[in-house]
T-cell receptor, first 113, second 113 residues
Framework: GQQVMQIPQYQHVQEGEDFTTYCNSSTTLSNIQWYKQRPGGHPVFLIQLVKSGEVKKQKRLTFQFGEAKKNSSLHITATQTTDVGTYFCAGPVSQGGSEKLVFGKGMKLTVNP | KAGVTQTPRYLIKTRGQQVTLSCSPISGHRSVSWYQQTPGQGLQFLFEYFSETQRNKGNFPGRFSGRQFSNSRSEMNVSTLELGDSALYLC????????????FGPGTRLTVT
């Protein structure tokens, strides 16, 4: 079945550093979504990208959808301790005439203050 | 608007028992999806209900079932519990369906002993 892979699975950074995490799909996606789950919390919707090559920014977070709509990236500038959590990407998969979201395994971010 | 609510928040059951979890979506959202989250498997889609009809189903055994009421509230039932069913069960509501942005509830932490 369709898979959504995230790399790396774990990332430890020093506060103030920049980093990028990636999401790759085995098939073309109609859209890609990103979620953040804080420790002990639940996933929170961050953003959806729909167009090929689309770039969206949310403060220090920059999201990009690949030209082929099979991959996406999340870049965080000047990481802060408030960025700690697990970041998931998700893409829709057709099944039985309807669609569901398939989530990647997530990228767990820890920040050293 | 009030967010997605789930009850109970924590549950301890023994093998062989059954359990019912409840979810109230955001007002106006007719789509309710259920997910199972475990450290090993990540977020896995169980099923989606839209206007009281199951619209999509994940790869889970028939012991997992659900329903949705006319007010969009949803319940999930797991019968004949197994140790491996221990997980965080998340409910998510959406305005447009399971393939679009999901708004998650806090989850029910189920422990099977």
């Amino acid at each position: 079945g369709q898979q959504v892979m995230q790399i790396p699975q774990y990332q430890h950074v020093q506060e103030g550093e920049d980093f990028t995490t990636y999401c790759n799909s085995s098939t073309t996606l109609s859209n890609i979504q990103w979620y953040k789950q804080r420790p002990g919390g639940h996933p929170v919707f961050l953003i959806q990208l729909v167009k090929s090559g689309e770039v969206k920014k949310q403060k220090r977070l920059t999201f990009q959808f690949g030209e082929a709509k099979k991959n996406s990236s999340l870049h965080i500038t000047a990481t802060q301790t408030t960025d700690v959590g697990t970041y998931f990407c998700a893409g829709p998969v057709s099944q039985g005439g309807s669609e569901k979201l398939v989530f990647g395994k997530g990228m767990k971010l820890t920040v050293n203050p | 608007k009030a967010g997605v609510t789930q009850t109970p928040r924590y549950l301890i059951k023994t093998r062989g028992q059954q359990v019912t979890l409840s979810c109230s979506p955001i007002s106006g959202h007719r789509s309710v999806s259920w997910y199972q989250q475990t450290p090993g498997q990540g977020l896995q889609f169980l099923f989606e209900y839209f206007s009281e009809t199951q619209r999509n189903k994940g790869n889970f055994p028939g012991r997992f079932s659900g329903r949705q009421f006319s007010n969009s509230r949803s319940e999930m039932n797991v019968s004949t519990l197994e140790l491996g069913d221990s997980a965080l069960y998340l409910c998510a509501s959406s305005l447009l369906g399971a393939q679009r942005e999901q708004y998650f509830g806090p989850g029910t932490r189920l422990t099977v002993t």
